[in-house]
């Protein structure tokens, strides 16, 4: 029987980029490729980031699919970016396996926490995975792919009604030291509960928010390149 897979972006931002949109329905193509049960990308449009993750969460567990991609509004993916991360997580323990992203305020640093046993993004280490898998401690969740077997026997499905009954992605942790974001939470709690979260050096997706941010006929190619390599399968 194949796997169900929902390929999903929350959005807060509240901007309909074409770029996301033909990158997801490029992820779409793949999956169909690789033999998933899956349909059309599902978008969520919520005030706060935290409730657009849980609702489609909740979805993707509801619908009793097997894996759920997130993927941002501001993302462009690079080609099989879906078959490195679903390879990835066949082959090893893993609950999540995220992307090489890199955060949105500080281009240049990654959005991962490779040391810090509280999930806070820190200082990169000098050994880079490369092109392989390595286990870290959190990440920024704008590209992954979750195995909702693994994630849902430590999680539950999410109260729909009551979301302080089993909170998702809320914004801050309160049983975290150090108040971390919803992506960052929601790692934390899947290593509290035995799960662990890999990184993939091979998956690099494309960040609009920084190509936008430092637009130019560098970037700007850079932007067009990555958008050709999403939709060219």
């Not at 993707?60 to 759920?68: F, I, S």
């Not at 993004?121 to 390595?134: A, I, R």
């Not at 919803?182 to 920084?210: K, N, Q, S, T």
Request: one cysteine or more.
């Amino acid at each position: 029987m194949p796997h169900r897979l929902v390929i999903c972006t929350p959005s807060a931002s509240g901007l309909k980029r074409v770029e996301t949109d033909q990158g997801s329905y490029a992820l779409w193509r793949e999956a169909i490729q690789l033999g998933f049960q899956t349909g059309p990308p599902v978008t969520v449009q919520k005030a706060l980031i935290w409730k657009a993750r849980r609702d489609l969460y909740r979805l993707a567990l509801e619908n009793h699919a097997d894996y759920l991609l997130f993927m941002d509004d501001d993302m462009v993916p690079p080609p099989r970016a879906l078959t490195a991360l679903y390879t990835a997580i066949q082959q090893g323990p893993w609950a999540i396996v995220s992307g090489l992203c890199v955060l949105r305020s500080e281009q240049g640093r990654f959005s991962v926490s490779w040391r810090d046993p509280d999930g806070i993004f820190d200082d990169q280490p000098s050994d880079l995975p490369g092109e392989d898998v390595m286990e870290v401690n959190g990440f920024g969740m704008a590209f992954c792919l979750l195995d909702l077997a693994r994630c849902q026997r430590i999680t539950g499905i999410p109260d729909q009604k009551d979301a302080r009954k089993n909170p998702f992605f809320p914004f801050l942790l309160e049983d975290s030291p150090n108040g971390l974001g919803e992506d960052l939470a929601f790692c934390h709690r899947i290593r509290a509960g035995g799960g662990r979260l890999a990184l993939h050096g091979g998956v690099h997706p494309g960040h609009l928010f920084l190509l936008e941010l430092k637009a130019g006929p560098i970037i700007q190619a850079r932007r067009e390149m990555l958008l050709a390599a999403s939709i060219k399968r």
